[in-house]
């Protein structure tokens, strides 16, 4: 009997499309949460299961779903789903979208909940879940990804008791009153208390959480352990802030220079980087005010300071979505119009979705990176980016109100509705002498190192074998043994 590693995630790490001559191409998501799980699965092996939205996807899998990736090297099996349109479109939009993501972010965005929503979410859920215990029949454990899927830990533990489940909460996890606004909130947080243990990025988040179920839950919280009793079952609340890879395959200065030359940026500008998905809680327009406060203040800055933003458009489906991408291009325009001259504009902006290498000869190419959400569950592109700089030179302006800020103590902390503050972080970043940008980089650079997407995968996994040790006292036929491929996981 083998085990292997079983995830549940909404977003499939590699679609297939039909282009416009009727080929097959590969695509990959811009998706933090792709950029989280997928090295755990290179490394150790297993099934990824997510929804098939590639247009291509039917015509690639094999008649159960599933396909070998990634296509170039196969390492593991991305099961995919197929879920009708409607239902999609109410589960994802609807109640995760405009539901549960605008109610987690504190962005000022009214969440909708709609009940026929909440049906298509249910629905969907217990889809994945019994494609989950087919997966894990044979011991695997279970990482469920997101707010996307509360209620399948629950799902899954009725059907499979011996099932050791994680459920990792991506986004944060709002202060109870907020929590409270969730017509269904308490058979959502039972779904979640299914899971064996249930991680977040931060303590705070975690302890938001124990204080919402303690309010509308029976249970016992310990917040000492930090555990969850509930109708006789124990839940593990943990911290485990996710990370990028370590070392980090960053693309070269000099291609960083070739890129500059690309975009016709002056030599001695100093280029500043955004990147983002399309999303109103990163906080796109604050910035751009900000850099329009900074030109206006500084005009010494014209022809000498350029900042470049990747956006990638998201959740187009969305009216709020829509209305955002196009309140970005016009507010650039009007920037740009406003101070460009006759060689140089002040903000580049690319809307589409680069590839990972991509991104990298972006990253090279900065002098400062500028990661201003309003509200993020941790935000990998500042750590990327910070991981990106291995000549240990580069600055990082960042929002207090993102995850990464409790780690990365070298940033520029802001508050991104702060245009002034924004402002006057970007002149320091600019004005800041090598060597205090190099210490900051150090230290930042020494806490990536530390704490590597490997270090997060094996702590969350090391508790889950923990747990699955202890159960096995209690349903030894089911329980193989620790299989290698999750050992070397651990190993990083
Ligand atoms: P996201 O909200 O997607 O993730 P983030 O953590 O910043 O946000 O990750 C975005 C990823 O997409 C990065 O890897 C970045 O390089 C990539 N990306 C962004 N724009 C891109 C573009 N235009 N082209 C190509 N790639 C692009 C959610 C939570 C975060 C949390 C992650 C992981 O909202 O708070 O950090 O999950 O848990």
Partial sequence: MTEHLVVIANREPYAHEWDDSGNVVVQRPASGLVTGIEPMLRAGGGTWIAYGGGSADRATSARNGCVAVPPEAPEYTLRRMWIGEDEYERYYSGFANEGLWPLCHMAHAQPAFRARD????????????????????????????????????????????????????????????????????????????????????????????????????????????????????????????????????????????????????????????????????????????????????????????????????????????????????????????????????????????????????????????????????????????????????GALVLSAFAGAAKELDGALIVNPYDAEQVAQAILRAIRMPLLERRARMQDMRAQIASHSIHHWAAKMLGDLRDIRQRRARFWPQRLPVVAQEAREVVAG
């Avoid at 606004?181 to 058979?187: F, G, R, S």
């Avoid at 124990?234 to 693309?251: D, F, K, N």
């Avoid at 329009?292 to 350029?306: A, M, T």
């Avoid at 970005?328 to 590839?355: C, D, G, H, Y």
Wanted: hydrophobic share 40%.
């Fill in 118 to 393: 909440w049906d298509a979410y249910r629905s969907v859920n217990e889809t994945f879940a019994r494609a989950a215990v087919e997966e894990t029949r044979t011991g695997g454990m279970l990482l469920v990804q997101d707010y996307h899927f509360a209620l399948v830990p629950r799902m899954v533990r009725n059907r499979a008791p011996h099932a050791v489940t994680s459920l990792f909460w991506h986004i944060p996890w709002p202060h109870s009153d907020v929590a409270g606004i969730l017509p269904w909130k308490e058979a959502v947080l039972d779904g979640m208390l299914g899971a064996d243990v249930i991680g977040f990025h931060t303590r705070q988040y975690c302890l938001n959480f124990l204080d919402t179920v303690e309010r509308y839950l029976e249970c016992r919280v310990d917040r000492d352990a930090m555990s969850v009793t509930y109708n006789g079952h124990r839940t593990l609340v943990r911290a485990y802030p996710i990370s990028v890879e370590w070392p980090y395959p960053s693309a070269s200065r000099a291609d960083g220079a070739t890129l500059r030359r690309e975009l016709n940026i002056p030599k001695q500008a100093h280029v500043s980087i955004g990147v983002d998905r399309a999303d109103y809680t990163k906080g796109l327009l604050e910035r751009m005010e900000a850099i329009e406060l900074l030109l206006e203040e500084n005009p010494s800055l014209i022809g000498r300071y350029v900042f470049v933003q990747l956006a990638s458009p998201t959740r187009m489906r969305i009216r709020r979505y829509q209305q955002l991408a196009d309140d970005l291009r016009e507010l650039v325009e009007r920037v740009n119009a406003r101070f460009a001259t006759a060689s140089w504009k002040p903000i580049v902006l690319q809307m589409r979705t680069f590839s990972a290498d991509e991104v990298r000869r972006y990253y090279a190419m900065a002098d400062s990176a500028i990661v201003t959400p309003l509200h993020d569950g941790m935000n990998l592109v500042a750590k990327e980016y910070v991981a990106a700089c291995d000549d240990g030179d």
